[in-house]
Every structure is written in structure tokens, then in C-alpha cells.
Nanobody, 124 residues
Framework: QVQLVESGGGLVQAGGSLRLACAASGRTFSSYTMGWFRRAPGKEREFVGAINWSAGRTDYADSVKGRCTISRDNAKNTVYLQMNSLTPEDTAVYYC?????????????????WGQGTQVTVSS
């Protein structure tokens, strides 16, 4: 079965940086799109960004564009979310998701598999 495991979350001061990782297993992901979402307390899941696994094409939400970079390491079956210039508004549980297809998608219901999430807390 497909398993996605996020890591790298933690506490960081405003202005700092953090790199999240999503280790994927159980499937060949060459035809998949990997997405990053986040959920702040009391809010719905929000799209952060996505990457086409095979070509590495990326898509970012306007709220993080310029501050975040998504990349992937095919040998490790791992995708990364590098976040810079973090603010308290970035505090949330961050989720990795996967869907079959080469086009990036921005809505949670378009993804089939989800990780357990990793907490990111940005202090002021």
C-alpha cells in the first residue's frame, strides 16, 4: 500500500527556515503528482504547492510563492518542502499527499493518499 511519511517539522522563529520531507513508498510514483497542504487550527486544509514527480514541474499557492521550494529526490522517493522567511501565519500541520496523474492539482479532494502530518510552529 502507498505510505507517505512527513518529517522535519518543529519550532522555528519568525524569519527562519525549515525543510520538510515526505518519504513515499509502496508504489512507483513516476506518473504521480505530490502535493503539500497545511491545516491551521480551526481552518480547512490549504494548498501550499505541488510537484509533478517525473518532470519536476511545480505549482505554488500565492501565499507562499517566492518563499517555498518543492523538490524531489527520485532515488530516495522523497519530496521536500523548503520554507523560508517563515511567519506565525505559517503555523500549521503540514501534510504530504499524492495523486495519480502528471498535472498538479490544488484541492485536497483531488488527492488519494495522505501522510499523517508534521507540525510546524513559527514563533514571533
Amino acid at each position: 500500500q502507498v505510505q507517505l511519511v512527513e518529517s522535519g517539522g518543529g519550532l522555528v522563529q519568525a524569519g527562519g527556515s525549515l525543510r520538510l520531507a515526505c518519504a513515499a513508498s509502496g508504489r512507483t510514483f513516476s506518473s504521480y503528482t505530490m502535493g503539500w497542504f497545511r491545516r491551521a487550527p480551526g481552518k480547512e486544509r490549504e494548498f501550499v504547492g505541488a510537484i509533478n514527480w517525473s518532470a519536476g514541474r511545480t505549482d505554488y499557492a500565492d501565499s507562499v510563492k517566492g518563499r517555498c521550494t518543492i523538490s524531489r529526490d527520485n532515488a530516495k522517493n522523497t519530496v521536500y518542502l523548503q520554507m523560508n522567511s517563515l511567519t506565525p501565519e505559517d503555523t500549521a500541520v503540514y501534510y504530504c499527499a499524492a495523486r495519480q496523474g502528471v498535472f498538479t492539482r490544488r484541492y485536497p479532494n483531488e488527492y488519494d493518499y495522505w501522510g499523517q502530518g508534521t507540525q510546524v510552529t513559527v514563533s514571533s
